[in-house]
């Protein structure tokens, strides 16, 4: 099964890992891999997908406020000792998607540089988390 999809892209059908994934382009241009988990439970593959979708526009659109969420779930936790602590807005400027993945009920998942940590975000767009990978 194929879907192009005006907000994801083209998207491919995996049915050994009950998924489907793609590209999309991160605000800065890059190309970056994305997969959609199917779940039957939780409704027909154009429902999910639509989810998807919604949660990709509003992270979009909120991407500044969740990269300084993020950021600040950061600051202090992950940097050496030898590294003064910097601040949010630093952090949240060398924050570099390397991944988005999508729940069925359309949570986003975002990874960050290299998939090292990772942003959750709910189905309502409310910042959940900031994960250790």
Same mark, same amino acid.
């Given at each position: 099964?194929? =879907?192009d999809?005006?907000?994801? !892209?083209?998207?491919k059908w $995996?049915?050994q890992e009950n #998924?489907?994934? !793609?590209t999309?382009?991160d #605000? +800065? *241009?890059n190309?970056?891999?994305l997969?959609?988990?199917f779940?039957?439970a939780? *409704?027909g593959s154009?429902? =999910?997908v639509?989810?998807?979708? %919604?949660? +990709?526009?509003?992270?979009?659109t909120?991407?500044r406020?969740?990269?300084? %969420?993020?950021? @600040? !779930?950061? $600051?202090g936790?992950?940097?050496?000792?030898? =590294?003064?602590?910097?601040?949010?807005e630093d952090?949240?400027?060398?924050? %570099?998607?390397?991944?988005?993945?999508?729940l069925p009920?359309g949570? %986003?998942?975002?990874?960050w540089?290299?998939?090292?940590?990772? #942003?959750e975000i @709910?189905?309502n767009g409310?910042f959940v988390?900031?994960?250790?990978?």
């Amino acid at each position: 099964m194929h =879907i192009d999809d005006p907000v994801l !892209g083209p998207l491919k059908w $995996n049915s050994q890992e009950n #998924t489907f994934f !793609g590209t999309s382009q991160d #605000t +800065l *241009g890059n190309r970056v891999p994305l997969a959609v988990w199917f779940d039957s439970a939780a *409704g027909g593959s154009d429902e =999910i997908v639509a989810r998807a979708r %919604l949660s +990709l526009q509003r992270f979009r659109t909120r991407e500044r406020e969740y990269r300084l %969420l993020s950021a @600040a !779930g950061l $600051n202090g936790v992950r940097w050496p000792t030898k =590294i003064t602590t910097m601040a949010e807005e630093d952090v949240a400027n060398w924050l %570099l998607v390397s991944a988005f993945r999508f729940l069925p009920d359309g949570t %986003l998942r975002v990874y960050w540089y290299k998939g090292a940590f990772m #942003t959750e975000i @709910a189905p309502n767009g409310e910042f959940v988390r900031l994960w250790f990978c």
